[in-house]
C-alpha cells in the first residue's frame, strides 16, 4: 500500500500553532518522519513547537528550496512506495498556494498517491474572508512587475479586470517593498475603487481595512516589513 502525501499548514508568523490550526494537524506532524521542507531551521522549530515530544533525530528532511535539483526532488516520494507517509510542509500557510510545492503535489497525482491537505491559516484567503468584497469571483495574482511604470499599467489593467468581471483581484508584495506598492496602488486606483490591505494576519499585530482609494489617501498604516495581502474591487 502507498504512502500519503500529507499537505501541512504552518503558523504566518510567531503564533502558537494550536491556535490557529486543528489538533488534527498536531497529531499528523506526530506521526511523520519524512517532510519536504523550503527551509530545514524553520521546519524543525515548527514540528518542536507543534509536536515537542517528536524525536528530532529520527526527522528526514528534503530540502525545496531555489537550489534543489529537479533530479533529486523527482525522488522525494520513492519512500512512498515503502507505504511510508511524506508530509509537505510550507514555510508560511498553506502549501502550494504562494508557495513551493504544487511541482510536489503534482508528481504524487501521476504517481496515484494520495493527497491529503491539512486545514491551517491562509492568508490569501483569510483577507478575501474579511474584506467584505466579492468572494464569488475573485482572482488571485501572485506579485505585480517591480518596475514602477510596468507595476502602475499592471495595476490599472486589475482595476479594469475587476470592473469588467464584477471580480475581486488580489495579490502580495515582497515585505519590504510594500510602501512603494500603497504609493503607486493610491496613484493609480481610480479614488472610487475599493482597497483592502491585510497585515499580520492571525497574529496581535493584526490589521486588516478595506476603504474607497480616496479615504486610504489620508491613511499611513503600518506597512514595513510586514507580510501583506492587497485586494482591489471596482
Not at 49 to 67: C, R
Not at 101 to 112: D, F, L
Not at 151 to 159: D, V
Not at 172 to 187: G, H, Q, S, V
Request: net charge positive.
Amino acid at each position: 500500500m502507498l504512502g500519503k502525501l500529507y499537505l501541512i499548514p504552518t503558523t504566518l508568523g510567531e503564533t502558537e500553532p494550536l491556535e490557529v490550526m486543528p489538533l488534527s494537524v498536531k497529531k499528523v506532524v506526530e506521526q511523520i518522519d519524512y517532510y519536504i521542507v523550503e527551509n530545514e531551521k524553520s521546519a524543525r522549530r515548527f514540528i518542536k513547537k507543534i509536536a515537542p515530544k517528536k524525536s528530532q533525530p529520527s526527522l528526514h528532511l528534503m530540502l525545496l528550496d531555489k537550489y534543489a535539483e529537479e533530479i533529486e526532488t523527482l525522488r522525494y516520494l520513492d519512500i512512498c512506495k515503502e507505504g511510508v507517509n511524506v508530509g509537505l510542509l510550507s514555510e508560511a500557510g498553506v502549501p502550494a498556494v504562494a508557495d513551493p510545492g504544487a511541482s510536489i503535489v503534482k508528481m504524487a497525482h501521476q504517481k496515484n498517491i494520495q493527497v491529503v491537505p491539512l486545514v491551517g491559516p491562509s492568508s490569501i484567503l483569510m483577507a478575501m474572508m474579511s474584506s467584505g468584497m466579492n468572494g464569488q469571483n475573485f482572482a488571485f495574482n501572485g506579485y505585480l512587475p517591480i518596475e514602477k511604470g510596468e507595476r502602475k499599467k499592471a495595476i490599472k489593467e486589475l482595476e479594469r479586470l475587476s470592473n469588467d468581471k464584477n471580480q475581486s483581484q488580489i495579490f502580495i508584495e515582497t515585505p519590504y517593498r510594500n510602501e512603494k506598492m500603497f504609493a503607486d496602488l493610491k496613484a493609480a486606483l481610480s479614488p472610487t475603487t475599493y482597497l483592502c490591505i491585510a497585515v499580520d494576519i492571525t497574529l496581535q499585530t493584526e490589521f486588516i481595512k478595506t476603504m474607497l482609494v480616496k479615504d486610504w489617501k489620508h491613511q499611513q498604516p503600518d506597512l514595513h516589513k510586514k507580510p501583506a495581502i492587497f485586494i482591489i474591487q471596482k
